[in-house]
């Protein structure tokens, strides 16, 4: 596997890791976004027609928001807007994580357990972007 980069996108990145229990042991997401987010991220890795890798990996991973109304002025966007996202509402950076790893698992990853180096970055949309995702994924070393 050489390294490949793919982007994500038509919607918002969601989050994964709070469950809920509905009794018997079921536990189901609480987050009703993060099956077709998923699905998104799953079938944009499937495009790079990368085989499946059992390499320890290095992923990048900048998530791309959309911007509050509130950020903007009459003249457009506000000097003061801030570039990158913080709101607890949009979700905290590893569980977004979270989602893009498990996804990746089974179509580009044997398993998220591979990935050995992280970097995750939160930013809102520039003009001419689309909400999503941009992933790098680097083999450190050949498959043992």
């Given at each position: 596997?050489?390294?490949?980069?793919?982007?994500v996108?038509?919607?918002?990145p969601?989050?994964?890791?709070?469950?809920?229990?509905?009794?018997?042991?079921?536990?189901?997401?609480?987050?009703?976004?993060?099956?077709?987010?998923?699905?998104?991220?799953?079938?944009?890795?499937?495009?790079?027609?990368t085989?499946?890798t059992?390499?320890?990996?290095?992923?990048?991973?900048?998530?791309?928001?959309?911007?509050?109304?509130?950020?903007?002025?009459?003249?457009?966007?506000?000097?003061?807007?801030?570039?990158?996202?913080?709101?607890?509402?949009?979700?905290d950076?590893?569980?977004?994580?979270?989602?893009?790893?498990?996804?990746?698992?089974?179509?580009?990853?044997?398993?998220d357990?591979?990935?050995?180096?992280?970097?995750?970055?939160?930013?809102?949309?520039?003009p001419g972007?689309?909400?999503?995702?941009?992933?790098?994924?680097?083999?450190?070393?050949?498959?043992?």
């Amino acid at each position: 596997m050489n390294a490949i980069t793919f982007n994500v996108q038509g919607m918002e990145p969601a989050t994964q890791g709070s469950k809920r229990s509905v009794g018997n042991g079921i536990l189901l997401e609480t987050n009703k976004r993060l099956r077709p987010w998923r699905s998104l991220v799953t079938d944009a890795a499937l495009l790079t027609n990368t085989p499946l890798t059992t390499s320890p990996v290095s992923v990048a991973i900048t998530f791309r928001f959309l911007r509050p109304k509130a950020h903007y002025n009459k003249s457009g966007l506000s000097p003061r807007a801030p570039s990158h996202l913080t709101s607890k509402a949009k979700g905290d950076i590893d569980k977004l994580t979270r989602a893009i790893l498990d996804a990746l698992t089974g179509t580009l990853l044997y398993d998220d357990s591979q990935v050995v180096q992280l970097s995750a970055h939160k930013r809102y949309i520039c003009p001419g972007e689309l909400p999503g995702a941009l992933i790098t994924i680097i083999p450190l070393s050949a498959p043992t």
